[in-house]
Antibody, heavy 119, light 107 residues
Framework: QIQLVQSGPELKKPGESVKISCKAS????????MHWVKQAPGKGLKWMGW????????TYADDFKGRFVFSLEASASTANLQISNLKNEDTATYFC????????????WGQGVMVTVSS | DIQMTQSPASLSASLGETVTIQCRAS??????LAWYQQKPGKSPQLLIY???SLQDGVPSRFSGSGSGTQYSLKISSMQTEDEGVYFC?????????FGSGTKLEIK
């Protein structure tokens, strides 16, 4: 069955970096885009961008340009999100989600990774 | 950016009641719309795609409709397990955008 399994929760200090992984199984990894979505505590969903799993090209939403990097370990069917120079406002749950269709919708989601940034 | 305005923000319904949630896009999204259900501490689950197509495994009491800028999600007979937060999302243009969510509770 199709699964996206993400890494575990993270507690970081402001200014540190974090790398979150998303391991896909049950389908051909390079056939589908991988998207990243942020959910701050008690808030809604915000799309961060996506990575073309065939070419490795990332695309970032405007609010996520600069400190955020999407990458792949295609041989391991894994997508990664790295956030550098962490700020308090980065405290959130980060989801990976498989993108489908001409209209980019998400049919499978990872379980989410809670990143807490606190001094 | 396409703005997605969702209403109501919260809703309580009795078991067996029909529930409707609305989503309005700031421009025509040509049915490029999905609905998701999220339960506390869980990831969102796709319910409806293409505005009206039911995702595999989703109960038939869920249905979606609409076109242009106006869309709706209907739950024809509210069940206990339908409690959660519902989000709409447009997939037509980047950046992809979500509605602010509707919290649905049992009355």
């Amino acid at each position: 069955q199709i699964q996206l399994v993400q890494s575990g929760p993270e507690l970081k200090k402001p200014g540190e970096s974090v790398k979150i992984s998303c391991k896909a199984s049950g389908y051909t990894f390079t056939d589908y885009a991988m998207h990243w979505v942020k959910q701050a505590p008690g808030k809604g969903l915000k799309w961060m961008g996506w990575i073309n799993t065939y070419t490795g090209k990332p695309t970032y939403a405007d609010d996520f340009k600069g400190r955020f990097v999407f990458s792949l370990e295609a041989s391991a069917s894994t997508a990664n999100l790295q956030i550098s120079n962490l700020k308090n406002e980065d405290t959130a749950t980060y989801f990976c989600a498989r993108g489908i269709g001409i209209a980019a919708l998400f049919d499978y989601w990872g379980q989410g990774v809670m990143v807490t940034v606190s001094s | 950016d396409i703005q997605m305005t969702q209403s109501p923000a919260s809703l309580s319904a009795s078991l067996g009641e029909t529930v409707t949630i609305q989503c309005r896009a700031s421009e025509d999204i040509y049915s490029g719309l999905a609905w998701y259900q999220q339960k506390p501490g869980k990831s969102p689950q796709l319910l409806i795609y293409g505005a009206s197509s039911l995702q595999d495994g989703v109960p038939s009491r869920f249905s979606g409709s609409g076109s242009g800028t106006q869309y709706s999600l209907k739950i024809s007979s509210m069940q206990t397990e339908d409690e959660g937060v519902y989000f709409c999302q447009q997939g037509l243009k980047y950046p992809l955008t979500f509605g602010s969510g509707t919290k649905l509770e049992i009355k």
